[in-house]
């Protein structure tokens, strides 16, 4: 069975400080892997990951994918009140319509 | 830009009852989604269409039902609502690439 694990569950930090995240997976016929932001409501993209292992950033948040190690990291550094929120782990799997396979999320809390 | 259109925000159900939730998207998307997300758990998917007179179901369809009778619009229909169908739920859609799915506002309901 496919599976996206994140970690941690649950993350509070202070504002200033650096936090990473992990979403590793155990996928059949891996395509991709997305990065997505939840605040009170709908979750916003951040990034989308391929098997070429080029690192996405967009200010101060990015990620890379380690395909050796089925996993992918999303950094963010001096982070904000405003980051404060659940972020997602998505992996796409071939031959299913662009079906996504979600992580339970990695919930941010940060604190002023 | 509208973008994924989901309405009601808010509804509170009796045990038994049906409703409809309505999806709408004006980015003439051809795949459209619908997940539920429970809290702590991830985006579950229920029902998804590759295009208007096409779909099929996802990890969790039990006691719902979809139609796609054109581009735009993919409602999701709960026949008999259970407790168990308390939940948020979101409609999503994604264009020629597939994998970057964009995601409505969602749906919170309760079932009483």
């Known amino acids: 069975e496919d599976k996206v694990v994140q970690s941690p569950l649950s993350l509070v930090v202070h504002e200033g400080d650096t936090v990473t995240l992990n979403c590793s997976y155990e996928?059949?016929?891996?395509?991709?892997l997305l990065w997505y932001k939840q605040e009170k409501k709908a979750p916003t993209f951040l990034f989308m990951l391929?098997?070429?292992?080029i690192e996405k950033k967009s200010g101060r948040l990015s990620s890379i994918l380690d395909k050796k190690e089925l996993s992918s990291i999303l950094n963010i550094t001096a982070t904000q009140t405003g980051d404060s929120a659940i972020y997602l782990c998505?992996?796409?799997?071939?031959?299913?319509?662009?079906?996504?396979?979600f992580g339970k999320g990695t919930k941010l809390s940060v604190k002023p | 830009n509208a973008g994924v259109t989901q309405t009601p925000k808010f509804r509170i159900l009796k045990i038994g009852q049906s409703m409809t939730l309505q999806c709408t998207q004006d980015?003439?998307?051809?795949?459209m989604y619908w997940y539920r997300q429970d809290p702590g758990m991830g985006l579950k998917l229920i029902y998804y269409?590759?295009?208007?007179?096409?779909?099929d179901k996802g990890e969790v369809p039990n006691g719902y039902n979809v139609s796609r009778s054109t581009t735009e619009d993919f409602p999701l229909r709960l026949e008999l609502a259970a407790p168990s169908q308390t939940s948020v739920y979101f409609c999503?859609?994604?264009?020629?690439?597939?994998?970057?799915?964009?995601f409505g506002a969602g749906t919170r309901l309760s079932v009483l």
């Open positions: 999503a859609s994604s264009g020629v690439g597939k994998n970057i799915q964009y």
């Open positions: 996928v059949t016929n891996f395509r991709s």
């Open positions: 391929t098997s070429s292992g």
């Open positions: 998505a992996v796409e799997v071939g031959g299913s319509q662009g079906n996504l396979i």
């Open positions: 980015m003439n998307h051809n795949y």
């Open positions: 269409s590759v295009g208007a007179g096409i779909t």
